[in-house]
């Protein structure tokens, strides 16, 4: 009975040697990457947030003010969500299909207003106001600068010359410190 007893246990001990064999083990299961999809997402996300711009429209169009735009659209979009052009305007100088950018300015010229000064006083790159070139309406596009002190501008600019430096603006009459102090981050006299 003894050795059939051992027989019996080493039959049973290569069978359950095989049948453990055959069961996988942890290290064999390979986890789904959840993290990695989840992690993609939120950067689609934020990149998609960067494709938000602000432009300014001024100038002869109903409604002037700073509009949203996205990465991509043109000109002819942002002088739509203004309202489009006045009977006034004149867009003759404006490219249409010009893409924006983010903080953009599009001013539309009245008709006979002079579009090569306008041009000079806006560049690319900056937003400053030539105060030797600039007419009254881009003029009361300055803080604390009305109607009747851009035609003071202008009068002086007629009567005494060109201005050399930002700070001659000082003196034009109805200017003073507190205004210019205000102005001369926004103003050139290239």
């Known amino acids: 009975m003894l050795p059939t007893t051992v027989t019996l246990g080493v039959i049973i001990f290569i069978y359950q040697s095989q049948f453990n064999s055959a069961n996988p083990t942890a290290d064999a299961i390979q986890p789904i990457p959840f993290q990695e999809t989840i992690q993609e997402q939120v950067i689609s996300t934020e990149y998609e947030e960067d494709h938000i711009l602000f432009v300014e429209v001024k100038g002869a169009v109903m409604k002037p003010g700073v509009y949203e735009l996205s990465l991509g659209d043109r000109v002819l979009k942002a002088i739509e969500l203004a309202g489009g052009y006045l009977p006034i305007s004149d867009s003759k100088t404006i490219n249409h299909a010009q893409k924006v950018e983010d903080e953009m300015v599009i001013y539309v ?44 501008i202008i009068a002086y600019r007629n009567d005494e010359g060109l201005f050399k430096e930002t700070h001659d603006l000082m003196k034009v009459t109805g200017i003073g410190k507190k205004t210019y102090d205000k102005l001369e981050s926004l103003i050139t006299v290239k």
């Open 109 to 152: 010229p009245i008709e006979g207003e002079e579009v090569e000064q306008l041009q000079g006083s806006l560049t690319e790159n900056s937003s400053l106001v030539n105060i030797n070139i600039a007419d009254a309406g881009l003029l009361t596009t300055l803080p604390g600068i009305g109607p009747a002190k851009a035609e003071a």
